[in-house]
């Protein structure tokens, strides 16, 4: 490995998935790896109601604390309970002060909008994901991400993001990441 920063940072991000526990346990165990996650395809974009920003469009969690809920308003029952911040959200729909969205599982949860911000954060989703000095899987690995690892997204261009760490700064690959469009660019 070289380069001037060589770590493995790790994070659970607080965030208690159903089977989460007894998954991770079963694959170290096993001894087997994550599989290659892969971007989503780039949607046809609609315009929401309520905001007239493009639907889907990905945020992240503003708070470590957010009910999602299984409709929208506050009467509606809670299912799940997010508590990692930086968790990146794609936002499907909206209705008045909440927004639907869809979690890196898969799960669709009604959300009040206030516990949300537009600031993109992307989640490492396979062990050991490089992250490089350029956007070149030949040039030097500056630390190595462990799934579930939140970054701060820099800058986007096709199939490579820019993201902060921990105040480590490098490239990941998009196709081992959620929280980007495949293709998409992002320039802050």
């Keep these: 490995m070289t380069g001037r920063f060589f770590a493995l940072l790790i994070s659970t991000g607080g965030h208690a998935f159903r089977g989460l526990v007894l998954a991770v346990a079963l694959a170290s165990l096993l001894g087997t790896a994550a599989s290659q ?4 395809p780039l949607p046809q974009f609609q315009i929401g109601a309520v905001t007239n920003l493009p639907l889907p469009r990905f945020v992240s969690l503003a708070d470590d604390l957010a009910y999602g809920r299984v409709g929208p308003g506050r009467s509606y029952p809670i299912e799940y309970i997010y508590s990692a911040k930086h968790m ?4 499907i729909d909206e209705y008045e002060s909440f927004r ?8 669709e949860l009604w959300i009040f909008r206030p516990r949300l911000t537009n600031k993109r954060y992307l989640r490492i989703q396979v062990e050991r994901t490089p992250l490089y000095q350029r956007n070149d899987a030949t ?13 701060r997204i820099r800058q ?3 199939n490579w993001c820019q993201i902060e760490v921990d105040r480590v700064i490098g490239w990941v690959e998009t196709r081992s990441v959620y ?10």
């Design 37 to 40: 996650a892969a971007p989503r």
């Design 156 to 158: 986007c261009e096709p």
């Design 179 to 188: 929280g980007t469009y495949e293709g998409e660019s992002i320039q802050r």
């Design 100 to 107: 639907k969205v869809r979690d890196w599982q898969g799960s």
């Design 88 to 91: 990146p959200l794609e936002v």
């Design 139 to 151: 040039t030097p690995i500056r630390a190595y991400l462990a799934e579930g690892v939140y970054g």
